[in-house]
């Protein structure tokens, strides 16, 4: 059964879904990522922009840290990327990203990271992040108490202390994934 954390992960993932990105939870911090190159990555008439693998890249390791995370009702945020571009991205590759959870701790979540060719039999990219571990609150807890007054305002800086003691709780994305 799939963490409700993860399911509202999906449905408000936009970007995600406009990209043609698509995963499987094989386990809690082992994800697999697809993506097959469309003339809507390219940069020129035959590879695909290294925003397009970045971005794939980031979701590789981002859902791999959240699916380690959410266990702890918790959800992640990529505080530092460093990728290396090997081969181009062609276009009609079918993309796959396989990460590894190189260390967990009580505040961040070390991520490593490939995205192959699968068709080319290619390395696309490798990748190191580090993801900070963000306090998440159940539904009626501290929500009630710092939910901003109406959604179109989540955007903005509110916050409030994380009544668990781990900092600041970005309570706008809580009532995004909550409400």
Known sequence: MMHPIIKKYIEFNNFGRDLGLHFDIIEPGLVKHTMTVTERHLATPFTAHGGATAAMMDAVLGVAALSLSCLDF?????????INYLNPALLGDELSGESIIEQKGNRIIIVSGTIKS????KVIAKCLSVTVIVCFTKPGSIISKCKPKSLPKLYGNHQTQCPGGFGTCFCYFICIVIF
């Open 74 to 82: 918790k959800i992640v945020s990529t505080v530092e990327f460093k």
């Open 118 to 121: 699968v068709n080319r039999d």
